[in-house]
């Protein structure tokens, strides 16, 4: 099992930052890709972004990229999102996943995190 526990959501203004982390309570070959996926209200849960535990590979949904940048720190089994220039569709809550590999389909993620509220106002 694996434990995963977000936090750094808030209130920011269009236009702003904020930096998501995660951390994952171990590492395992059923987790060797993390991830973000959000979800709006009244919408279903979308991916975000994912990355690899062991080459670092990164991947992003067309709507947030060259926005928002996934990254992790093995040593400390931290994932971290930096979104940069929020816009208001953005609001959402974000959730921290892991999955054996890179997925964008939520039915394939093996470990949630509770989530973490992001609202970007105009």
């Known amino acids: 099992q694996v434990q995963l526990v977000e936090s750094g959501g808030g209130l920011v203004q269009a236009g702003g930052s904020l930096r998501l982390s995660c951390a994952a309570s171990?590492?395992?070959?059923?987790?060797?890709?993390m991830g973000w996926f959000r979800q709006a209200p009244g919408k279903e849960r979308e991916f975000v972004a994912a990355?690899?535990?062991?080459?670092?590979?990164?991947y992003y949904a067309d709507s947030v990229k060259g926005r928002f940048t996934i990254s992790r720190d093995n040593a400390k089994n931290m994932v971290y999102l930096q979104m940069n220039s929020l816009k208001p569709e953005d609001t959402a809550v974000y959730y921290c996943?892991?999955?054996?590999?890179?997925?964008?389909?939520?039915?394939?993620?093996?470990?949630w995190g509770k989530g973490t509220q992001v609202t970007v106002s105009s």
């Open positions: 990355i690899t535990w062991s080459g670092g590979i990164t």
């Open positions: 996943s892991a999955a054996h590999t890179v997925v964008v389909i939520t039915r394939l993620v093996n470990y």
């Open positions: 171990r590492r395992t070959t059923s987790s060797d890709a």
